[in-house]
């Protein structure tokens, strides 16, 4: 197992199997035709990416008691996803801490219920989201256009597990430390909730125009570049970063993951090198959970190059200033007014030939400009509270590291 050569010799190492009760289970399946009404709460895939601890789900199901007896979940119950189109996110793992007796799992879950004399289900869902358990779990994970865990081999990852007393404590500093995390976040949320604030106060509300700005198509002060499908071929170990669409989020670039190509390639495809300033936005799914994945290229992000399902927005200088034209793209009517316009259904997409029929109040360019100084005045605060966030999250995976290897309590 991948943690370290020695742990304390009041901790051991088990498998999986030997910390449960009973089998592990895979949920309930109903199309989604069934879903919308009915009894009984049901979790499923998404809502463990929205946080460690359930329920935070909104679905409901209609079946009888005898169905659901087989699916109930209780306290303390250890949810892992079975199912996943990236290999990262197979085996993210969730607690169920309802007490209500109405909640169910989906067919895409698989459901562990923790012995509690052996094992904290809190302690080992942040083992399986640590980075050693999440290294297990691609070992044991089968991709072919999706990634999978069978109950098989989740019984046999190796668990290291300290006494009782020593879990709960790991698991409350690891808690705080994760609010730590939350509150800098919420701090970005609301800089950017000020942006909007006084990008209203400045322009008005785009939907009503109640300044009277002259309305124009979003194709008349810019047009929109999408970028080449490189094959996984040409991919090199360094080079010129290459920009895909999981770099793009929501209002920023980020290089979690991180592909190159050879130098030679900003020659090549000049046309789609990126630069500062760029506005960038997600062409496949560019809406989740109510926001818009959308982000403006910094000095540190460039020079790179541009992937197919991203769109480079260019922008006439003439025209539009390029920071006003952001904060527009991340107003409600423009989510609503982009959101109105997506194609598909499994995986919804906007055609850059729709995007640009979307229409703007357009102030005069020197109130424009006068905007985007004082988001620049903002903007360097808020590279402060980036190192900030850096910072702390450098010291959370310290802690993570620590804590799994008798480092942070003994």
């Known amino acids: 197992m991948e943690i370290i050569n020695k742990f304390p010799n009041n901790w051991k190492i088990c498998k999986l199997k030997e910390i449960i009760d009973g089998s592990p289970q895979n949920g309930y399946y109903k199309s989604n035709m069934q ?36 699916f109930l979940l209780k306290k303390g119950d250890l949810l892992l996803n079975r199912t996943s189109l990236k290999l990262d996110g ?39 989201n640590s980075k050693y358990g999440k290294n297990q779990i691609r070992r044991i994970a089968k991709t072919v256009t999706i990634s999978t865990i069978n109950q098989p081999d989740l019984l046999s990852l190796n668990i290291p597990v300290p006494p009782l007393e020593i879990q709960c404590q790991i698991i409350d500093i690891l808690e705080q430390a994760e609010t730590t995390k939350h509150l800098r976040e919420e701090s970005d949320e609301l800089t950017q909730r000020f942006l909007q604030s006084v990008f209203i106060n400045m322009f008005g ?8 700005w002259e309305i124009v198509r979003f194709g008349e002060i810019c047009g929109i570049t999408s970028g080449h499908g490189f094959k996984y071929s040409e991919y090199s170990n360094e080079g010129v970063k290459l920009l895909r669409i999981n770099n793009v989020t929501f209002g920023q670039i980020v290089w979690d993951q991180i592909a190159f190509l050879p130098d030679n390639y900003i020659q090549d495809y000049a046309k789609l090198v990126l630069k500062e300033g760029d506005i960038l936005i997600a062409l496949n799914r560019p809406i989740l959970g109510n926001q818009l994945k959308i982000g403006l290229m910094k000095t540190v992000d460039s020079p790179a190059i541009l992937y197919q399902r991203v769109g480079r927005v260019d922008h006439n200088n003439d025209k539009v200033n390029p920071i006003f034209l952001y904060q527009f793209m991340r107003t409600t009517y423009f989510l609503n007014e982009l959101s109105a316009r997506l194609s598909g259904s499994d995986q919804p997409y906007i055609n850059p030939t729709e995007m640009v029929k979307i229409t703007l109040p357009l102030p005069p360019l020197p109130l424009q400009q006068e905007f985007a100084q004082i988001v620049e005045r903002v903007e360097a605060l808020c590279e402060c509270q980036r190192q ?23």
């Open 388 to 410: 900030s966030a850096s910072e702390i999250n450098l010291l959370f995976e310290g802690l993570m590291q620590k804590a799994f290897t008798g480092e942070l309590v003994a």
């Open 35 to 70: 879903f919308g009404c009915g009894d009984f709460n049901i979790i499923r895939m998404v809502d463990l990416y929205r946080g460690d601890y359930l329920p935070n789900c909104h679905d409901k199901i209609n079946l009888s008691d005898v169905e659901a007896s087989k």
């Open 205 to 212: 509300d785009p939907m009503k125009n109640e300044k009277g």
């Open 90 to 128: 197979v085996g993210k793992s969730s607690v169920f801490i309802g007490e209500n007796e109405n909640y169910i799992f989906d067919c895409s879950i698989i459901k562990v219920r923790i012995n509690q004399k052996l094992a904290d289900s809190k302690y080992v869902m942040k083992f399986l």
